[in-house]
DNA sequence: CGTCAGCTTGATTACTTTCAATTGTTGTGG
DNA sequence: CCACAACAATTGAAAGTAATCAAGCTGACG
């Protein structure tokens, strides 16, 4: 509701080590914190929307975020989850082209704003960066012919399975072990495995009723991982 | 069949001026000339192939070649298109991983192998380069979360009036400006749209039918380009 | 001329979507 | 605190789409 910019530290002080940044030197860090925005995100409100002109990066404080693009009829593909450390509309930086994607907060977030040109500054004379940049961007390619082959010919069972497992290694579990972290409805569950809300609900029904997994309510409980893994055919 | 290097020029004489090398200095572009392979491939044979441990990356010099995938139940998924002048492998410059997909060639062609360390040397010398590799990233990545979507959301005669766009824009037509200059099997083209063979070849029949397409045997005659677009939805 | 790979067609089956109706949940204002 | 509205979840039945299986055909090539 109320911006809370006062909540969010200087770069400097932020906790989030192990991120892309975590290369800058210590001038650099105050050069990207001195233009920073930071901002409070209520959940379900959007970051940025596909087709917006872009104005610079985000970098997650804490919160999650998913990245989903719309198909012709209107619905909805989740193409990527980001969380906690995470940055997004990174490739805006490459090209002066609006944002291929809609970014929704999935819960309560403090989202940093970051100029483009500081980044771009920065990359120039910290090659660190620039390869931290690449490995991001052929790690988001990756993943992304990866969902692309298992849409393309898993059943809505496995693509579900899948789905699962996705939001497990993204988001991981409640401090129970089990319970994934993240509550999505079902028709959100839906948009990432490429299906519809009904046929979710079904399927979510077959693998409990398989011992896959256990529902309460839009709690998602997985009490063994393998068991899904089995199911998805995922072997990584 | 015969390794033909000889008739590849050194990396100072090449023609293909428009790719990502194009901001290399003389100096560059000779180290980069002086460390590569060149090789003929006969239609059909492979570049790389997925899991291999990577040794470098390669430039296709003239030719055709496709990026692909196996899934588990071992169908094959084509991710990409690579034609003259482009480039192959390069994502395993970021990382140590083996090569994630498979590279096979269209129809014969050479393709020069180049070595890594190189490249990544002058990455850190020519900041421009680094700049074209991010935005080549950046262009794949884009390209695989569209056509994820649209897999995940089409119907397969939308997807197979795509493939056909897909195949145009990237190979384009022969000199009579309207048969596709690439000719693939009903199996390579089902593997693009992620169907199967029997499907491709009825949805193909209606497209024609449909007077979207004229089919002479493997020839694909698309006279009006703006018809097919019609129906795959696509509007860029 | 035989063979093999690719192409084609038909029939059947399986899976998924769609539509429709109902129930459950949540947040809000009176 | 309750009632209501809005949204989310569920279930069933019917329709549609595409995969699978089976068989015959075609054309290139040694």
Same mark, same amino acid.
């Given at each position: ?81 980001? &969380? =906690?450390?995470? #940055?997004?509309?990174? @490739? *805006? ?8 994607? $809609?970014? +929704? ?72 072990? &089990? =319970?994934?972290? #993240?509550?999505?409805? @079902? *028709? ?8 519809? $809300?009904? +046929? ?37």
């Amino acid at each position: 509701m109320s911006k809370t910019a006062t909540k969010i530290p200087a770069c400097s002080e932020c906790d989030n080590k192990d991120n892309i940044f975590c290369t800058l030197t210590p001038e650099q860090t105050e050069m990207i914190s001195e233009n920073k925005g930071s901002n409070f995100y209520k959940k379900g409100q959007a970051v940025f929307y596909e087709g917006n002109q872009s104005h610079g990066l985000f970098c997650i404080h804490k919160g999650k975020v998913k990245l989903s693009k719309l198909g012709e009829n209107g619905k909805e593909q989740v193409i990527r989850f980001a &969380k =906690t450390g995470n #940055i997004l509309g990174y @490739r *805006s930086l490459f090209s002066n082209e609006p944002y291929q994607a $809609t970014a +929704t907060v999935l819960e309560d977030s403090y989202i940093c704003h970051l100029s483009k040109e500081k980044y771009t500054d920065i990359m120039k004379e910290n090659s660190k960066l620039s390869w931290k940049t690449m490995q991001l961007l052929s790690k988001d390619l990756k993943s992304a012919e990866q969902h692309l082959i298992n849409i393309a010919q898993k059943t809505v069972k496995e693509r579900i399975a899948e789905a699962l497992q996705l939001l497990h290694t993204t988001f991981g579990f409640l401090e129970d072990g &089990k =319970t994934l972290s #993240i509550m999505l409805t @079902r *028709s959100e569950i839906a948009d990432i495995a490429g299906t519809t $809300t009904e +046929t979710t609900i079904r399927t979510l029904a077959i693998l409990c009723k398989e011992n896959a997994i256990e529902l309460e309510g839009k709690r998602i409980i997985i009490p063994n991982i393998s068991v899904l893994t089995k199911i998805s055919g995922l072997y990584d």
